[in-house]
T-cell receptor, first 114, second 115 residues
Framework: AQTVTQSQPEMSVQEAETVTLSCTYD???????LFWYKQPPSRQMILVIR??????QNATENRFSVNFQKAAKSFSLKISDSQLGDTAMYFC???????????FGQGTTLQVKP | DAGVIQSPRHEVTEMGQEVTLRCKPI?????LFWYRQTMMRGLELLIY????????DSGMPEDRFSAKMPNASFSTLKIQPSEPRDSAVYFC?????????????FGQGTRLTVV
């Protein structure tokens, strides 16, 4: 069975600084997707970035980028130039291309300080 | 489309009562997921459906929980009888056949409190 682990329950960063959130996963599948979702206090789940496992190039979306290490089964999220609006809980997720199953890690609460 | 719609947004019930949570997925989506969010366990997958058929219910905590999807536009998650430890936020999400692994869309969640 697949698992997703986020080992940092809480993190904080100063506004305009860079922060990296960690995520590891376990799977025996070859075809899958990885995601980072953001959950602000409003409770809404918002997709931040996605990565196809067959692509070697790391995904980037504006200030958000990932470091995808397939052999190590690691998928970290880097937030550059942190903004107060980035304060939220961040979830790492694994999606199976074979079964459609989508599972999440425990989440990391990020606080951006002014 | 209005997105994934869940009802109610908030539910407070007494221990032992039956609770039914409802979800309307995005039209055309053929995957539907039910999750439970708690501080201790994060976002747990309870069950998911493909084309209205339950594919994996291994995350359902016990027999008190059941889920149905009678048609492509409606699903329910029922807890009977409810217990205080069931208090959590329950999310429904759906994804489409063309982009099932590119994004799952979430409802606003139902905050359940069992007293």
């Amino acid at each position: 069975a697949q698992t997703v682990t986020q080992s940092q329950p809480e993190m904080s960063v100063q506004e305009a600084e860079t922060v990296t959130l960690s995520c590891t996963y376990d799977t025996s599948e070859n075809n899958y997707y990885l995601f980072w979702y953001k959950q602000p206090p409003s409770r809404q789940m918002i997709l931040v970035i996605r990565q196809e496992a067959y692509k070697q190039q790391n995904a980037t979306e504006n200030r958000f980028s990932v470091n995808f290490q397939k052999a190590a089964k690691s998928f970290s999220l880097k937030i550059s130039d942190s903004q107060l609006g980035d304060t939220a809980m961040y979830f790492c997720a694994y999606g199976s291309s074979n079964t459609g199953k989508l599972i999440f890690g425990q989440g990391t609460t990020l606080q951006v300080k002014p | 489309d209005a997105g994934v719609i869940q009802s109610p947004r908030h539910e407070v019930t007494e221990m032992g009562q039956e609770v039914t949570l409802r979800c309307k997925p995005i039209s055309g989506h053929d995957y539907l997921f039910w999750y439970r969010q708690t501080m201790m366990r994060g976002l747990e997958l309870l069950i998911y459906f493909n084309n209205n058929v339950p594919i994996d219910d291994s995350g359902m905590p016990e027999d008190r929980f059941s889920a149905k999807m009678p048609n492509a536009s409606f699903s329910t998650l029922k807890i009977q009888p409810s217990e205080p430890r069931d208090s959590a936020v329950y999310f429904c999400a759906s994804s489409s056949p063309d982009s099932r692994n590119t994004e799952a869309f979430f409802g606003q969640g139902t905050r359940l409190t069992v007293v």
